[in-house]
């Protein structure tokens, strides 16, 4: 049974009309639901809540000059989707019920952590973490293209940075900031050093006066370039990895689904070795398409192999 204070939110957002607010305590009393191990009626819950999901958030429109500048997109995958380490998980885990019982630690003078940064190799599912937070929490999910910011816009890109935050008070969503290396990489450059260091100065200045109730989520290939004094403006910090062999087992059954054959998985593992998720996806995707073309029932080793060392063959990877 759902708590009390669970059932008060509950009334209270129903009663005052506020749909966030009504959507974000059902899931509250989803979640709640399946910890006491009710998994049936914790579904039923999603279920319901994902038809009223369907009626998509209002998205206010950007202006023209923001509007090749911040994507917005229709968020599809799950947290089930995700195929990362059980470390990571948890952590994702934990973002998501901080959101959930965010009105409980504002009670006793807290918040729930919503500027997150994601450090790791490119195709190991940051991109996509951001995206679950997003349909997960049922918000609008936009994309701040950094490289073209700083590449189009140089001499004016703090004012764009300022126009980007306004946004993030006005439309609650999930902001993410892709190739964040921009700042970081173009401010060690012989050319425009001042003006890329007003830029980074300008983003620390931006995310720390940040008061909105939007995910800030920064996403970088390298760690390494940022300044240090970047990592302290966010409440966490999430390292993806390439996969183990365990992941590439899951992925490779995610990926396949009906298609998968009686593949010697120890030598696809093996194969896969060294590649990313999104690279042994689109592999899977790629064997698939071949199945499909060929009138063929299943996906095979030796498809799938090929398509493994297409892959390889085409990123120049040893």
């Known amino acids: 049974m759902a708590t009390g204070d669970q ?13 966030e607010r009504f959507i974000t305590a059902a899931l509250q009393v989803a979640a709640h639901e399946a910890k006491q191990g009710h998994s049936s009626l914790a579904q039923e819950l999603r279920n319901i809540i994902d038809k009223m999901k369907n009626a998509r958030v209002k998205v206010i429109p950007f202006t023209p000059d923001l509007h090749d500048l911040v994507l917005s997109t229709d968020p599809k995958d799950r947290l089930s989707d995700i195929v990362v380490s059980a470390t990571l998980k948890n952590r994702i885990d934990k973002i998501l019920t901080e959101y959930y019982q965010k009105d409980k630690l504002f009670k006793h003078g807290l918040h729930n952590r919503r500027k997150i ?8 599912g ?10 997960e929490l049922s918000l609008p999910f936009y994309t701040v293209q950094m490289d073209k910011l ?19 008070k006005e439309q609650h969503g999930v902001f993410l900031f892709d190739e964040f290396d921009a700042i970081g990489a173009e401010r060690n450059a012989d050319n425009d050093v001042g003006e890329m260091r007003r830029v980074l100065n300008s983003f620390l200045q931006f995310i720390e006066n940040d008061k909105s109730d939007s995910f800030i ?4 290939n390298n760690s390494g370039i940022l300044d240090q ?4 403006r966010f409440d966490d910090i999430l390292h993806y990895d390439m996969p183990d062999e365990s992941e590439i087992k899951r992925l490779l059954d995610n ?3 009906n298609y998968k054959g009686k593949l010697a998985i120890k030598t696809i593992v093996n194969e896969s070795k060294g590649l990313s998720h999104a690279e042994i996806t689109h592999a899977c995707r790629d064997a698939i398409k071949e199945v499909i073309l060929a009138d063929e029932g299943k996906v095979t080793t030796a498809r799938l192999k090929t398509m493994i060392n297409d892959r390889r063959n085409a990123y120049k990877r040893d």
Do not use: W
């Open 150 to 168: 700083v590449n189009k816009f140089m001499g004016e890109t703090s004012a764009k940075l300022r126009q980007i935050f306004d946004v993030i």
């Open 255 to 257: 990926c396949l689904s």
């Open 7 to 19: 059932l008060k939110s509950l009334i209270k957002s129903g009663l005052e009309d506020d749909r």
């Open 217 to 220: 989520i920064a996403a970088t």
């Open 126 to 135: 940051k991109t996509m973490t951001a995206s679950v937070i997003a349909k």
């Open 117 to 124: 940064l994601l450090v790791g190799p490119p195709g190991t």
């Open 229 to 232: 004094a970047l990592f302290r």
